[in-house]
């Protein structure tokens, strides 16, 4: 299967806690990564692997997976989290990366 | 500090062919894989192709599988992606990606992108 669905969009009150989930069937073999694009730039590398987070991201990102869903949390929401989240993956057949199709998080 | 820089996008019709470049600066390219995403007007990102560090490995998505060559000069520090028979469903913007490791694993860096418009 080539698919990863995510949720349209969600929302958290500023400095409570949310997950953004990502299910599909090649997330029972393999990590997501998760990626943060605000309106108008390059989409930002935020967490891969088992719970990995790039130098310069902060703390409160966080990933983890369970069967066939993959999980970014942020733990205690900022303004500057508002963006869209996008995860990815390798597809069942290993040779292929795909992507969900996004999730808007909105900050209250 | 990792930097890239896609150039050769435009206005092309549908049939025409492409070249885009990736320069990149900050890490030493011939060490990682590269990857080229991208993203059509207010839609998702769509991951395109990948090659590994030393080009024995390279992968397309379905919809430009035939279509799409991704070649890289490790010497001229760059990436590249040939595209030939557009489609107005290529019209997009088009970022290059460093991977975390010489094999395909996890777009990390990327550049700014670079608009492709397929139209007649």
């Known amino acids: 299967s080539s698919e990863l669905t995510q949720d349209p969009a969600v929302s958290v009150a500023l400095r409570q806690t949310v997950r953004i989930t990502c299910q599909g069937d090649?997330?029972?073999?393999?990590?997501a990564s998760w990626y943060q694009q605000k309106p108008g730039q390059a989409p930002v590398l935020v967490v891969y692997?088992?719970?990995n987070r790039p130098s310069g991201i902060p703390d409160r990102f966080s990933g983890s997976s369970s069967g066939n869903t993959a999980s970014l949390t942020i733990t205690g929401a900022q303004a500057e989290d508002e963006a869209e989240y996008y995860c990815?993956?390798?597809?069942?057949?290993?040779?292929?990366?795909?992507f969900g199709g996004g999730t808007k998080l909105t900050v209250l | 500090e990792v930097q890239l820089v896609e150039s050769g996008g435009g206005l092309v019709q549908p049939g025409r062919s492409l070249r885009l470049s990736c320069e990149v600066s900050?890490?030493?390219?011939?060490?990682?894989?590269m990857h080229w995403v991208r993203q059509g007007p207010g839609k998702g990102l769509e991951w395109v192709s990948g090659?590994?560090?030393?080009?024995?490995?390279?992968g397309y998505a379905g919809s430009v599988k035939g279509r799409f060559t991704i070649s890289r000069d490790n010497v001229k520090n760059s990436l590249y992606l040939h595209m030939n028979t557009l489609k107005t469903e290529d019209t997009a913007f088009y970022y290059c990606?460093?991977?975390?490791?010489?094999?395909?694993?996890?777009?990390?860096?990327w550049g700014q992108g670079t608009l492709v418009t397929v139209s007649s």
């Open positions: 090659i590994s560090f030393n080009s024995s490995n390279t």
């Open positions: 990815n993956c390798r597809d069942t057949s290993g040779h292929h990366w795909v």
């Open positions: 090649s997330l029972r073999i393999y990590f």
């Open positions: 990606a460093k991977d975390i490791s010489g094999e395909l694993e996890v777009p990390e860096s």
């Open positions: 900050g890490f030493r390219f011939d060490d990682y894989a």
């Open positions: 692997g088992k719970n």
